[in-house]
T-cell receptor
Framework: DAGVTQSPTHLIKTRGQQVTLRCSPK?????VSWYQQALGQGPQFIFQ???????QRGNFPDRFSGHQFPNYSSELNVNALLLGDSALYLC?????????????????FGPGTRLTVL | AQSVAQPEDQVNVAEGNPLTVKCTYS??????LFWYVQYPNRGLQFLLK??????LVKGSYGFEAEFNKSQTSFHLKKPSALVSDSALYFC????????????FGTGTRLQVFP
């Protein structure tokens, strides 16, 4: 099992450009979440995709958009890049897991894509 | 507002000594709680979780954490630190039962000295 994979590993863009990051979930997982981790900070939730629909969204502008494909892989798109978008972008995949009578989603994180905006 | 606090930016401990990394949370209801570790240029690795049941949970690499509802804390502990434990540790909480959205603390850097 390859786990959660992300591409590319590193990316350098200039202000105003657009970028697409990709994520392949762990085998058997149907839900993908994206997080932004700025330098020295904890990850911040961007949004989550399930059944090809955006299910939850964090406090991020519409410049951030995504997509989930029928094979559960996902893309994160960021338009009109700003210097402040420079960060490590983490993808997490999950599936429902039972703990006794409680169901919860156990999230597994990929290695991330480091985006630098110049 | 829902939040997670990790009051220490860095924790220093000598190898072989016990370690504690602190975490408190502010979330309504009965949240699910997690600890993750991040090594340089790597993603987050899951260490342990509290969903329900026993307040003391055991996780990977000898780590454990104690859920204290009255103090809204979920401190990470290890009886004997290793140099290889040196990394960045994140506490996270899910405010919903589905744990779909995680709220992370700002992280605590653990430095274990030989």
């Amino acid at each position: 099992d390859a786990g959660v994979t992300q591409s590319p590993t590193h990316l350098i863009k200039t202000r105003g450009q657009q970028v697409t990051l990709r994520c392949s979930p762990k085998s058997g997982h149907d839900t993908v979440s994206w997080y932004q981790q700025a330098l020295g900070q904890g990850p911040q939730f961007i949004f989550q995709y399930y059944e090809e629909e955006e299910r939850q969204r964090g406090n991020f502008p519409d410049r951030f958009s995504g997509h989930q494909f029928p094979n559960y892989s996902s893309e994160l798109n960021v338009n009109a890049l700003l210097l402040g978008d420079s960060a490590l972008y983490l993808c997490a995949s999950s599936r429902g897991v039972a703990s006794g009578e409680i169901w919860y989603n156990e999230q597994f994180f990929g290695p991330g894509t480091r985006l630098t905006v110049l | 507002a829902q939040s997670v606090a990790q009051p220490e930016d860095q924790v220093n401990v000598a190898e072989g000594n016990p370690l504690t990394v602190k975490c408190t949370y502010s979330v309504s209801g009965n949240p699910y709680l997690f600890w993750y570790v991040q090594y340089p240029n790597r993603g987050l690795q899951f260490l342990l979780k509290y969903i329900t049941g026993d307040n003391l949970v055991k996780g990977s690499y000898g780590f454990e954490a104690e859920f204290n509802k009255s103090q809204t804390s979920f401190h990470l502990k290890k009886p004997s630190a290793l140099v290889s434990d040196s990394a960045l540790y994140f506490c996270a909480v899910s405010p919903t039962k589905s744990t779909d959205k995680l709220i992370f603390g700002t992280g605590t850097r653990l430095q274990v000295f030989p």
